[in-house]
Protein backbone atom coordinates (compact mmCIF):
# COMPACT_ATOMS: atom_id res chain seq x y z
CA UNK A 1 0.00 0.00 0.00
CA UNK A 2 1.61 3.90 -0.86
CA UNK A 3 1.34 5.50 2.36
CA UNK A 4 3.06 4.64 4.91
CA UNK A 5 5.47 7.83 4.87
CA UNK A 6 2.81 10.16 6.50
CA UNK A 7 3.87 12.24 8.80
CA UNK A 8 2.13 12.15 12.30
CA UNK A 9 -0.66 14.33 12.15
CA UNK A 10 -1.57 17.75 13.93
CA UNK A 11 -4.63 17.34 16.11
CA UNK A 12 -6.36 20.06 13.85
CA UNK A 13 -5.67 17.63 10.91
CA UNK A 14 -8.96 15.36 12.51
CA UNK A 15 -10.86 18.80 11.78
CA UNK A 16 -10.08 19.35 8.35
CA UNK A 17 -13.68 18.74 7.13
CA UNK A 18 -15.29 21.18 9.28
CA UNK A 19 -15.30 23.79 6.77
CA UNK A 20 -13.68 22.55 3.55
CA UNK A 21 -14.27 22.72 0.39
CA UNK A 22 -15.23 19.79 -1.40
CA UNK A 23 -15.76 19.06 -5.25
CA UNK A 24 -18.02 16.36 -6.36
CA UNK A 25 -16.42 14.37 -9.11
CA UNK A 26 -18.73 11.86 -11.38
CA UNK A 27 -15.90 10.01 -12.36
CA UNK A 28 -17.92 8.92 -16.20
CA UNK A 29 -18.60 12.30 -16.99
CA UNK A 30 -15.05 13.62 -16.05
CA UNK A 31 -12.21 13.32 -17.45
CA UNK A 32 -11.70 9.93 -20.21
CA UNK A 33 -7.92 9.25 -20.48
CA UNK A 34 -8.33 6.44 -23.27
CA UNK A 35 -11.19 7.72 -25.68
CA UNK A 36 -13.91 5.26 -24.99
CA UNK A 37 -15.82 7.76 -24.13
CA UNK A 38 -16.01 7.14 -20.44
CA UNK A 39 -14.54 8.90 -17.84
CA UNK A 40 -11.72 7.19 -16.06
CA UNK A 41 -9.71 7.48 -13.18
CA UNK A 42 -6.75 8.66 -15.07
CA UNK A 43 -8.24 11.44 -16.15
CA UNK A 44 -9.06 12.60 -12.63
CA UNK A 45 -5.30 11.55 -12.16
CA UNK A 46 -4.52 14.24 -14.34
CA UNK A 47 -7.35 17.20 -13.66
CA UNK A 48 -6.28 17.23 -10.47
CA UNK A 49 -3.65 20.36 -11.14
CA UNK A 50 -6.55 22.21 -11.99
CA UNK A 51 -8.87 20.96 -8.76
CA UNK A 52 -6.15 22.37 -6.74
CA UNK A 53 -5.88 25.78 -8.72
CA UNK A 54 -9.38 25.92 -8.51
CA UNK A 55 -8.77 26.08 -4.59
CA UNK A 56 -10.75 22.97 -2.97
CA UNK A 57 -9.61 20.88 -0.18
CA UNK A 58 -11.58 17.64 -1.15
CA UNK A 59 -12.36 15.84 -3.87
CA UNK A 60 -15.44 13.31 -3.28
CA UNK A 61 -15.69 10.68 -6.22
CA UNK A 62 -19.07 9.00 -7.04
CA UNK A 63 -18.94 5.18 -7.57
CA UNK A 64 -16.10 3.93 -9.88
CA UNK A 65 -16.51 0.24 -8.80
CA UNK A 66 -17.28 -2.33 -10.54
CA UNK A 67 -21.05 -1.85 -12.18
CA UNK A 68 -23.65 -2.84 -14.66
CA UNK A 69 -25.11 0.75 -14.64
CA UNK A 70 -28.00 0.29 -13.75
CA UNK A 71 -28.10 3.16 -11.85
CA UNK A 72 -25.42 5.49 -12.92
CA UNK A 73 -22.47 3.63 -10.60
CA UNK A 74 -25.04 3.04 -7.72
CA UNK A 75 -25.37 -0.25 -8.05
CA UNK A 76 -22.06 -1.63 -6.71
CA UNK A 77 -21.27 -5.33 -8.04
CA UNK A 78 -17.72 -4.98 -6.27
CA UNK A 79 -16.98 -2.50 -3.37
CA UNK A 80 -13.48 -3.55 -3.16
CA UNK A 81 -12.16 -2.77 -6.76
CA UNK A 82 -12.45 -0.17 -9.40
CA UNK A 83 -14.33 -0.75 -12.53
CA UNK A 84 -11.96 -1.97 -15.74
CA UNK A 85 -13.66 0.83 -17.88
CA UNK A 86 -12.80 3.43 -15.72
CA UNK A 87 -9.21 2.00 -14.16
CA UNK A 88 -7.35 -0.60 -11.71
CA UNK A 89 -6.16 -0.33 -8.21
CA UNK A 90 -3.18 0.93 -8.81
CA UNK A 91 -4.64 3.77 -10.98
CA UNK A 92 -6.83 4.46 -7.60
CA UNK A 93 -3.34 4.62 -5.72
CA UNK A 94 -1.45 6.82 -8.45
CA UNK A 95 -4.51 9.32 -8.10
CA UNK A 96 -4.17 9.41 -4.00
CA UNK A 97 -0.16 10.26 -4.47
CA UNK A 98 -0.65 12.72 -6.71
CA UNK A 99 -3.28 14.39 -4.61
CA UNK A 100 -1.48 14.09 -1.27
CA UNK A 101 1.48 15.88 -3.25
CA UNK A 102 -0.98 18.31 -4.50
CA UNK A 103 -2.38 18.94 -1.31
CA UNK A 104 -5.92 17.36 -2.05
CA UNK A 105 -7.90 14.50 -0.18
CA UNK A 106 -9.55 12.28 -1.81
CA UNK A 107 -13.34 10.98 -0.52
CA UNK A 108 -14.98 7.94 -2.08
CA UNK A 109 -18.90 7.33 -2.03
CA UNK A 110 -20.22 4.16 0.08
CA UNK A 111 -23.51 2.76 -1.45
CA UNK A 112 -24.47 0.31 1.91
CA UNK A 113 -28.01 0.00 1.28
CA UNK A 114 -28.02 -2.21 -1.79
CA UNK A 115 -25.32 -4.02 -3.82
CA UNK A 116 -25.57 -4.67 -7.57
CA UNK A 117 -27.98 -7.81 -8.56
CA UNK A 118 -24.36 -8.86 -10.20
CA UNK A 119 -22.66 -8.68 -6.79
CA UNK A 120 -21.48 -12.62 -5.94
CA UNK A 121 -23.57 -12.78 -2.71
CA UNK A 122 -26.31 -11.81 -5.02
CA UNK A 123 -25.72 -14.40 -7.48
CA UNK A 124 -25.03 -16.93 -4.26
CA UNK A 125 -28.70 -16.11 -3.12
CA UNK A 126 -29.95 -16.75 -6.20
CA UNK A 127 -28.65 -20.05 -6.68
CA UNK A 128 -29.79 -20.44 -2.91
CA UNK A 129 -33.16 -21.83 -2.00
CA UNK A 130 -35.50 -20.14 0.01
CA UNK A 131 -34.38 -19.72 3.86
CA UNK A 132 -30.70 -20.55 3.00
CA UNK A 133 -27.71 -18.01 4.96
CA UNK A 134 -26.85 -16.54 1.23
CA UNK A 135 -30.90 -15.37 0.83
CA UNK A 136 -30.29 -13.82 4.64
CA UNK A 137 -28.05 -11.41 3.14
CA UNK A 138 -30.31 -9.69 1.50
CA UNK A 139 -34.45 -9.14 2.00
CA UNK A 140 -36.52 -12.02 0.61
CA UNK A 141 -39.64 -13.16 1.34
CA UNK A 142 -42.85 -14.99 0.13
CA UNK A 143 -45.54 -13.00 -1.65
CA UNK A 144 -49.14 -12.74 -0.69
CA UNK A 145 -52.20 -14.43 -2.45
CA UNK A 146 -53.14 -18.00 -3.11
CA UNK A 147 -50.07 -18.96 -4.80
CA UNK A 148 -47.32 -16.11 -3.72
CA UNK A 149 -47.95 -14.21 -6.91
CA UNK A 150 -48.50 -10.74 -5.02
CA UNK A 151 -45.70 -8.41 -3.81
CA UNK A 152 -45.33 -8.83 0.43
CA UNK A 153 -45.82 -5.28 0.92
CA UNK A 154 -47.53 -2.66 -0.72
CA UNK A 155 -43.65 -0.79 -0.63
CA UNK A 156 -42.63 1.34 -3.91
CA UNK A 157 -39.27 1.66 -5.31
CA UNK A 158 -38.18 5.09 -5.50
CA UNK A 159 -37.37 4.94 -9.16
CA UNK A 160 -41.61 3.70 -9.64
CA UNK A 161 -43.34 0.06 -9.64
CA UNK A 162 -43.17 -1.96 -6.44
CA UNK A 163 -39.96 -3.17 -4.42
CA UNK A 164 -40.35 -6.39 -5.00
CA UNK A 165 -39.04 -8.46 -7.87
CA UNK A 166 -39.80 -12.23 -7.90
CA UNK A 167 -37.21 -14.78 -8.40
CA UNK A 168 -38.44 -18.07 -10.35
CA UNK A 169 -38.82 -20.13 -7.43
CA UNK A 170 -41.46 -17.75 -6.32
CA UNK A 171 -39.91 -15.77 -3.61
CA UNK A 172 -39.31 -12.23 -3.92
CA UNK A 173 -36.64 -9.92 -3.14
CA UNK A 174 -36.73 -6.14 -1.80
CA UNK A 175 -35.12 -3.34 -3.84
CA UNK A 176 -36.10 0.41 -2.81
CA UNK A 177 -34.51 1.76 -5.62
CA UNK A 178 -33.85 -0.62 -9.48
CA UNK A 179 -34.76 -4.34 -9.59
CA UNK A 180 -30.65 -4.25 -9.88
CA UNK A 181 -30.34 -3.08 -6.65
CA UNK A 182 -31.32 -5.82 -4.66
CA UNK A 183 -31.29 -4.26 -0.37
CA UNK A 184 -29.01 -5.45 2.11
CA UNK A 185 -30.50 -7.06 5.45
CA UNK A 186 -28.72 -5.08 7.92
CA UNK A 187 -29.62 -7.05 10.35
CA UNK A 188 -27.15 -9.62 9.59
CA UNK A 189 -23.85 -9.67 11.30
CA UNK A 190 -22.41 -10.75 8.17
CA UNK A 191 -23.73 -7.87 6.18
CA UNK A 192 -22.24 -5.28 8.82
CA UNK A 193 -18.62 -6.93 9.23
CA UNK A 194 -18.15 -6.86 5.41
CA UNK A 195 -18.61 -3.26 4.96
CA UNK A 196 -16.22 -2.71 7.99
CA UNK A 197 -13.68 -4.46 5.71
CA UNK A 198 -14.79 -2.41 2.50
CA UNK A 199 -14.41 1.25 5.16
CA UNK A 200 -11.18 -0.62 6.35
CA UNK A 201 -10.12 -1.90 2.62
CA UNK A 202 -10.07 2.22 1.54
CA UNK A 203 -9.20 4.24 4.47
CA UNK A 204 -6.10 1.66 4.27
CA UNK A 205 -5.86 3.04 0.94
CA UNK A 206 -5.15 6.43 2.07
CA UNK A 207 -8.73 7.96 1.88
CA UNK A 208 -9.30 10.33 4.04
CA UNK A 209 -13.14 10.32 3.84
CA UNK A 210 -16.73 8.59 2.86
CA UNK A 211 -20.15 10.19 1.60
CA UNK A 212 -22.64 7.37 2.41
CA UNK A 213 -25.10 6.40 0.29
CA UNK A 214 -28.76 6.61 1.23
CA UNK A 215 -27.81 6.42 4.89
CA UNK A 216 -31.15 6.47 6.34
CA UNK A 217 -32.38 3.39 4.93
CA UNK A 218 -30.19 0.72 6.13
CA UNK A 219 -32.03 -0.56 8.65
CA UNK A 220 -35.60 -1.50 7.91
CA UNK A 221 -38.52 -2.82 10.32
CA UNK A 222 -38.59 -6.67 8.82
CA UNK A 223 -40.16 -8.25 11.74
CA UNK A 224 -43.26 -10.42 10.35
CA UNK A 225 -45.37 -9.78 9.40
CA UNK A 226 -44.18 -6.96 6.91
CA UNK A 227 -46.39 -3.91 7.50
CA UNK A 228 -47.60 -2.12 4.47
CA UNK A 229 -46.89 1.86 4.52
CA UNK A 230 -50.40 2.92 3.42
CA UNK A 231 -50.67 6.27 3.03
CA UNK A 232 -46.83 6.32 3.79
CA UNK A 233 -46.39 5.15 -0.03
CA UNK A 234 -45.38 8.64 -0.74
CA UNK A 235 -41.87 9.43 0.65
CA UNK A 236 -41.60 12.75 1.83
CA UNK A 237 -38.38 13.30 4.12
CA UNK A 238 -40.46 16.17 5.95
CA UNK A 239 -43.89 14.02 6.15
CA UNK A 240 -41.29 11.05 7.86
CA UNK A 241 -42.58 10.04 11.63
CA UNK A 242 -40.86 12.03 13.84
CA UNK A 243 -40.07 9.19 16.39
CA UNK A 244 -38.11 7.08 14.16
CA UNK A 245 -41.11 4.93 13.70
CA UNK A 246 -41.26 4.20 9.36
CA UNK A 247 -41.16 0.78 8.49
CA UNK A 248 -38.45 1.39 6.00
CA UNK A 249 -36.67 5.25 6.21
CA UNK A 250 -34.76 7.02 9.18
CA UNK A 251 -35.06 4.45 11.90
CA UNK A 252 -33.48 4.87 15.24
CA UNK A 253 -31.65 2.06 15.48
CA UNK A 254 -29.55 2.88 12.26
CA UNK A 255 -27.61 4.79 14.29
CA UNK A 256 -26.09 1.78 16.43
CA UNK A 257 -24.66 0.68 12.63
CA UNK A 258 -22.78 4.14 11.86
CA UNK A 259 -21.25 3.83 15.79
CA UNK A 260 -19.64 0.80 14.77
CA UNK A 261 -18.63 2.46 11.70
CA UNK A 262 -17.08 5.55 13.54
CA UNK A 263 -14.96 2.52 16.00
CA UNK A 264 -13.43 1.46 12.27
CA UNK A 265 -13.02 5.60 11.63
CA UNK A 266 -11.47 5.67 14.55
CA UNK A 267 -8.68 3.65 14.16
CA UNK A 268 -7.27 5.75 11.74
CA UNK A 269 -5.06 9.01 12.54
CA UNK A 270 -6.49 10.98 11.56
CA UNK A 271 -9.60 9.86 12.18
CA UNK A 272 -11.89 8.89 8.81
CA UNK A 273 -14.49 11.60 7.92
CA UNK A 274 -18.00 10.80 6.68
CA UNK A 275 -21.26 12.84 5.34
CA UNK A 276 -24.60 11.40 5.23
CA UNK A 277 -26.91 11.41 2.51
CA UNK A 278 -29.98 11.15 4.84
CA UNK A 279 -33.19 12.50 3.40
CA UNK A 280 -35.13 13.06 6.88
CA UNK A 281 -36.60 15.59 8.57
CA UNK A 282 -33.97 18.03 8.92
CA UNK A 283 -34.43 17.73 12.97
CA UNK A 284 -33.62 14.33 12.90
CA UNK A 285 -30.07 15.10 10.97
CA UNK A 286 -28.45 15.75 13.93
CA UNK A 287 -27.90 12.21 14.57
CA UNK A 288 -26.23 10.87 11.58
CA UNK A 289 -24.08 14.26 12.02
CA UNK A 290 -23.10 13.54 15.80
CA UNK A 291 -19.50 12.87 16.54
CA UNK A 292 -20.57 9.22 17.68
CA UNK A 293 -22.01 8.56 14.17
CA UNK A 294 -20.55 9.87 11.07
CA UNK A 295 -19.54 13.06 11.72
CA UNK A 296 -21.35 15.22 9.02
CA UNK A 297 -25.23 14.97 7.21
CA UNK A 298 -25.61 16.56 4.29
CA UNK A 299 -28.03 19.57 4.77
CA UNK A 300 -29.86 19.71 1.14
CA UNK A 301 -32.15 22.54 1.40
CA UNK A 302 -30.38 25.02 -0.88
CA UNK A 303 -31.46 22.10 -3.48
CA UNK A 304 -34.89 22.88 -3.31
CA UNK A 305 -35.08 26.70 -2.16
CA UNK A 306 -35.85 29.55 -4.05
CA UNK A 307 -33.45 32.68 -3.75
CA UNK A 308 -35.31 34.39 -1.31
CA UNK A 309 -33.66 36.04 1.04
CA UNK A 310 -36.07 35.94 4.07
CA UNK A 311 -36.89 32.00 3.31
CA UNK A 312 -33.14 31.65 3.34
CA UNK A 313 -32.24 33.59 6.24
CA UNK A 314 -34.61 30.93 8.70
CA UNK A 315 -32.85 28.09 6.86
CA UNK A 316 -29.73 29.04 7.35
CA UNK A 317 -30.23 29.80 10.72
CA UNK A 318 -31.52 26.27 11.51
CA UNK A 319 -29.38 24.25 9.61
CA UNK A 320 -26.28 26.17 11.99
CA UNK A 321 -28.44 25.56 15.08
CA UNK A 322 -28.74 21.82 14.10
CA UNK A 323 -25.06 20.95 13.03
CA UNK A 324 -24.34 23.02 16.15
CA UNK A 325 -26.18 20.49 18.52
CA UNK A 326 -24.51 17.27 16.53
CA UNK A 327 -21.03 19.53 17.27
CA UNK A 328 -20.55 19.39 13.95
CA UNK A 329 -20.60 21.66 10.78
CA UNK A 330 -23.46 22.03 8.20
CA UNK A 331 -22.90 21.38 4.59
CA UNK A 332 -24.29 23.59 1.60
CA UNK A 333 -25.11 22.61 -1.58
CA UNK A 334 -26.29 24.14 -4.91
CA UNK A 335 -25.90 21.26 -6.89
CA UNK A 336 -25.08 17.34 -7.48
CA UNK A 337 -25.90 14.53 -9.89
CA UNK A 338 -29.40 14.02 -8.94
CA UNK A 339 -31.12 17.54 -9.65
CA UNK A 340 -31.14 19.80 -12.00
CA UNK A 341 -28.19 22.45 -12.14
CA UNK A 342 -28.59 25.70 -10.49
CA UNK A 343 -28.01 28.19 -13.61
CA UNK A 344 -31.32 26.10 -15.12
CA UNK A 345 -33.10 26.03 -11.56
CA UNK A 346 -32.65 30.12 -11.54
CA UNK A 347 -33.39 30.47 -15.26
CA UNK A 348 -36.67 29.44 -14.46
CA UNK A 349 -39.63 31.39 -12.85
CA UNK A 350 -39.61 32.25 -9.32
CA UNK A 351 -42.47 30.04 -8.80
CA UNK A 352 -41.45 27.12 -10.50
CA UNK A 353 -42.37 24.04 -7.97
CA UNK A 354 -40.34 20.49 -8.21
CA UNK A 355 -43.42 19.25 -10.97
CA UNK A 356 -42.72 22.27 -12.79
CA UNK A 357 -38.80 21.79 -13.14
CA UNK A 358 -40.03 18.00 -14.31
CA UNK A 359 -42.01 19.10 -16.40
CA UNK A 360 -39.91 21.58 -17.85
CA UNK A 361 -37.14 18.56 -18.86
CA UNK A 362 -39.99 16.40 -20.39
CA UNK A 363 -40.96 19.67 -22.44
CA UNK A 364 -36.61 19.29 -23.80
CA UNK A 365 -35.80 22.43 -21.39
CA UNK A 366 -38.24 25.09 -23.77
CA UNK A 367 -41.43 25.36 -21.46
CA UNK A 368 -41.51 27.90 -20.28
CA UNK A 369 -39.16 29.30 -21.55
CA UNK A 370 -35.42 29.91 -19.45
CA UNK A 371 -33.38 33.18 -19.05
CA UNK A 372 -30.64 32.18 -18.84
CA UNK A 373 -28.81 35.10 -18.28
CA UNK A 374 -30.85 36.07 -14.66
CA UNK A 375 -29.75 32.44 -14.19
CA UNK A 376 -26.44 32.73 -14.20
CA UNK A 377 -26.55 36.18 -12.17
CA UNK A 378 -28.58 34.27 -9.52
CA UNK A 379 -26.15 31.44 -9.38
CA UNK A 380 -22.97 33.75 -9.10
CA UNK A 381 -24.71 34.79 -6.31
CA UNK A 382 -25.95 32.13 -4.65
CA UNK A 383 -22.38 30.95 -4.85
CA UNK A 384 -20.78 33.90 -3.19
CA UNK A 385 -23.35 33.09 -0.71
CA UNK A 386 -22.70 29.66 0.05
CA UNK A 387 -19.11 30.13 0.49
CA UNK A 388 -19.39 32.38 2.89
CA UNK A 389 -21.49 30.62 5.72
CA UNK A 390 -19.57 28.41 8.02
CA UNK A 391 -19.62 25.03 7.61
CA UNK A 392 -18.54 23.03 4.44
CA UNK A 393 -19.37 23.74 0.35
CA UNK A 394 -20.12 20.91 -1.67
CA UNK A 395 -19.22 22.04 -5.34
CA UNK A 396 -20.68 19.76 -8.27
CA UNK A 397 -18.47 19.38 -11.24
CA UNK A 398 -18.80 22.33 -13.76
CA UNK A 399 -20.89 24.67 -11.42
CA UNK A 400 -17.49 26.43 -11.45
CA UNK A 401 -18.25 26.97 -14.98
CA UNK A 402 -21.57 27.83 -14.55
CA UNK A 403 -23.02 24.22 -16.75
CA UNK A 404 -26.42 24.86 -17.30
CA UNK A 405 -29.08 21.50 -17.27
CA UNK A 406 -28.56 19.79 -21.08
CA UNK A 407 -32.62 19.58 -20.93
CA UNK A 408 -32.89 18.60 -24.67
CA UNK A 409 -30.89 15.06 -24.63
CA UNK A 410 -32.92 12.51 -27.06
CA UNK A 411 -34.70 9.95 -25.34
CA UNK A 412 -33.08 7.18 -26.69
CA UNK A 413 -29.38 8.88 -25.10
CA UNK A 414 -31.50 8.78 -21.52
CA UNK A 415 -29.80 6.33 -18.84
CA UNK A 416 -31.17 6.99 -15.72
CA UNK A 417 -33.32 4.20 -14.50
CA UNK A 418 -36.03 6.81 -13.54
CA UNK A 419 -36.78 7.46 -16.89
CA UNK A 420 -37.72 3.98 -17.98
CA UNK A 421 -39.43 3.13 -14.29
CA UNK A 422 -41.44 6.19 -14.42
CA UNK A 423 -42.93 5.15 -17.74
CA UNK A 424 -41.90 8.39 -19.37
CA UNK A 425 -43.29 10.48 -16.51
CA UNK A 426 -39.75 11.43 -15.50
CA UNK A 427 -37.22 12.20 -17.33
CA UNK A 428 -34.25 11.70 -15.16
CA UNK A 429 -31.00 12.55 -14.12
CA UNK A 430 -28.74 12.73 -17.30
CA UNK A 431 -29.14 16.01 -18.28
CA UNK A 432 -26.40 17.09 -15.27
CA UNK A 433 -24.22 14.54 -16.06
CA UNK A 434 -23.27 15.26 -19.70
CA UNK A 435 -19.34 14.88 -19.81
CA UNK A 436 -17.45 18.59 -19.29
CA UNK A 437 -15.97 20.49 -21.56
CA UNK A 438 -12.29 21.25 -20.87
CA UNK A 439 -11.28 22.66 -24.11
CA UNK A 440 -13.14 25.04 -26.88
CA UNK A 441 -12.06 22.94 -29.51
CA UNK A 442 -11.49 19.51 -30.23
CA UNK A 443 -12.90 16.11 -29.76
CA UNK A 444 -15.17 16.17 -27.29
CA UNK A 445 -14.18 19.61 -26.10
CA UNK A 446 -11.64 18.02 -24.45
CA UNK A 447 -13.59 15.54 -21.59
CA UNK A 448 -11.10 13.00 -24.23
CA UNK A 449 -9.73 11.47 -27.40
CA UNK A 450 -12.83 9.60 -28.14
CA UNK A 451 -16.47 10.47 -27.74
CA UNK A 452 -18.47 11.09 -25.05
CA UNK A 453 -21.43 8.86 -23.41
CA UNK A 454 -23.64 11.34 -23.18
CA UNK A 455 -24.05 14.17 -26.09
CA UNK A 456 -22.74 17.25 -25.79
CA UNK A 457 -24.42 20.05 -26.97
CA UNK A 458 -23.05 21.36 -29.66
CA UNK A 459 -22.22 24.90 -27.65
CA UNK A 460 -20.25 23.09 -24.47
CA UNK A 461 -17.46 24.65 -25.49
CA UNK A 462 -17.87 28.44 -24.35
CA UNK A 463 -18.50 26.89 -21.15
CA UNK A 464 -14.54 24.98 -21.50
CA UNK A 465 -12.56 25.61 -18.70
CA UNK A 466 -9.67 26.88 -21.28
CA UNK A 467 -12.37 29.48 -22.66
CA UNK A 468 -12.52 30.59 -18.90
CA UNK A 469 -9.78 30.54 -17.82
CA UNK A 470 -8.15 34.19 -17.27
CA UNK A 471 -11.17 36.16 -18.17
CA UNK A 472 -11.74 37.66 -14.64
CA UNK A 473 -15.40 38.09 -15.84
CA UNK A 474 -16.10 34.08 -16.32
CA UNK A 475 -17.70 31.97 -13.57
CA UNK A 476 -14.50 29.97 -13.17
CA UNK A 477 -12.56 32.58 -12.08
CA UNK A 478 -15.08 33.63 -9.90
CA UNK A 479 -14.97 30.57 -8.42
CA UNK A 480 -11.49 30.49 -7.97
CA UNK A 481 -11.03 34.06 -6.49
CA UNK A 482 -13.48 33.27 -3.95
CA UNK A 483 -11.91 30.23 -2.68
CA UNK A 484 -8.39 32.11 -3.05
CA UNK A 485 -10.00 34.43 -0.57
CA UNK A 486 -12.45 31.70 1.46
CA UNK A 487 -8.95 30.08 2.51
CA UNK A 488 -7.58 33.51 3.97
CA UNK A 489 -10.61 34.62 5.47
CA UNK A 490 -12.30 31.18 6.85
CA UNK A 491 -11.58 31.57 10.61
CA UNK A 492 -13.97 30.70 13.37
CA UNK A 493 -17.67 28.96 12.55
CA UNK A 494 -19.48 31.58 13.59
CA UNK A 495 -21.98 33.89 11.58
CA UNK A 496 -23.54 37.11 12.78
CA UNK A 497 -26.72 38.63 11.09
CA UNK A 498 -26.24 42.34 10.57
CA UNK A 499 -29.12 44.49 10.28
CA UNK A 500 -32.54 44.23 10.94
CA UNK A 501 -34.56 41.16 9.92
CA UNK A 502 -37.22 43.23 8.12
CA UNK A 503 -34.73 44.11 5.59
CA UNK A 504 -34.68 40.79 4.64
CA UNK A 505 -38.33 41.18 3.29
CA UNK A 506 -36.68 43.70 0.93
CA UNK A 507 -34.50 41.00 -0.64
CA UNK A 508 -31.06 41.71 1.45
CA UNK A 509 -29.45 38.97 3.43
CA UNK A 510 -26.27 40.38 5.38
CA UNK A 511 -23.89 38.70 7.68
CA UNK A 512 -20.47 39.14 9.30
CA UNK A 513 -17.68 36.74 9.97
CA UNK A 514 -15.06 36.63 12.08
CA UNK A 515 -12.03 39.76 11.18
CA UNK A 516 -14.38 41.94 9.61
CA UNK A 517 -15.34 39.67 6.89
CA UNK A 518 -18.82 40.72 5.33
CA UNK A 519 -21.12 39.26 2.91
CA UNK A 520 -24.39 41.01 1.36
CA UNK A 521 -26.56 39.72 -0.84
CA UNK A 522 -29.20 41.77 -3.12
CA UNK A 523 -31.85 38.75 -3.81
CA UNK A 524 -34.33 41.53 -5.56
CA UNK A 525 -35.14 43.03 -8.66
CA UNK A 526 -33.80 46.44 -7.49
CA UNK A 527 -30.72 48.06 -6.42
CA UNK A 528 -29.47 49.36 -2.68
CA UNK A 529 -26.91 51.09 -0.72
CA UNK A 530 -23.85 48.76 -0.75
CA UNK A 531 -23.09 49.23 2.85
CA UNK A 532 -18.77 50.79 3.24
CA UNK A 533 -16.42 48.48 3.39
CA UNK A 534 -13.63 47.28 1.13
CA UNK A 535 -15.27 45.29 -1.69
CA UNK A 536 -13.15 42.07 -1.79
CA UNK A 537 -15.31 40.72 -4.07
CA UNK A 538 -18.58 40.56 -6.12
CA UNK A 539 -20.51 38.61 -8.36
CA UNK A 540 -21.18 40.88 -10.85
CA UNK A 541 -20.17 44.28 -11.66
CA UNK A 542 -21.06 46.72 -9.09
CA UNK A 543 -22.21 50.46 -9.75
CA UNK A 544 -21.47 53.31 -7.53
CA UNK A 545 -22.28 52.84 -4.37
CA UNK A 546 -24.85 50.31 -5.71
CA UNK A 547 -25.26 46.55 -5.37
CA UNK A 548 -27.34 45.96 -8.16
CA UNK A 549 -29.83 43.33 -8.44
CA UNK A 550 -29.01 40.14 -8.21
CA UNK A 551 -25.62 40.23 -6.58
CA UNK A 552 -23.50 39.16 -3.70
CA UNK A 553 -20.59 41.06 -2.37
CA UNK A 554 -17.59 40.24 -0.32
CA UNK A 555 -16.61 43.34 2.07
CA UNK A 556 -14.07 44.03 4.77
CA UNK A 557 -15.86 46.48 7.01
CA UNK A 558 -13.08 48.38 9.06
CA UNK A 559 -14.57 48.18 12.69
CA UNK A 560 -12.68 47.50 15.71
CA UNK A 561 -14.85 44.74 17.32
CA UNK A 562 -13.65 42.55 13.61
CA UNK A 563 -17.17 42.34 12.81
C1 LIG B 1 -28.59 8.57 -3.99
C2 LIG B 1 -27.65 8.80 -5.13
O1 LIG B 1 -27.16 10.10 -5.06
C3 LIG B 1 -28.44 8.53 -6.39
O2 LIG B 1 -27.73 8.92 -7.52
C4 LIG B 1 -28.82 7.08 -6.42
O3 LIG B 1 -29.66 6.84 -7.53
C5 LIG B 1 -29.56 6.66 -5.16
N1 LIG B 1 -28.96 7.18 -3.97
C6 LIG B 1 -29.60 5.15 -5.02
O4 LIG B 1 -28.32 4.67 -4.73
Redesign the pocket.
Known amino acids: MPHHDSPAPSPRDADWWRQAVVYQVYPRSFADSDGDGIGDIPGVTSRLPYLAGLGVDAVWL?PFYPSQLA??G??VADYRDVDPRLGTLDDFDEMVGTARRLGLKIMV?I?P??SSDQHVWFQEALAAPPGSAARERYVFRDGRGEDGELPPTDWPS??GGPAWTRVPDGQWYLH???PQ?PDFNWDNPEVREDFHDTLRFWSDRGVAGFRV??AHGLAKDLRAPLRDLGEQRSYQPDALPADGSHPLWDRDEVHEIYRGWRRVFDAYDPPRFAVA?AWVRPSRRTAYASATGLGQAFNFDFLGARLDAAGLHTLIDTALADARRAGATSTWVLS???VVRHVSRYALPEDCTRQDIEAWLLADGREPAPDLSTGVRKARAAALLMLALPGSAYLYQGEELGLPEVADLDRADLR???WVRSGGRVKG?DGCRVPLPWTREGTSFGFGPGGSWLPQPADWGRYAADAQSGDKESFLELYREALRLRRALVADEELEWIGPRERTRRGLLHFARAGGWHTVGNLSADPVPLPRGEVLLASGPLTGDELPPWTTAWLRAGSASGR
Request: avoid cysteine; charge should be negative.
Open positions: SDGYDDVNHSFLYAQDVENHDDPMR
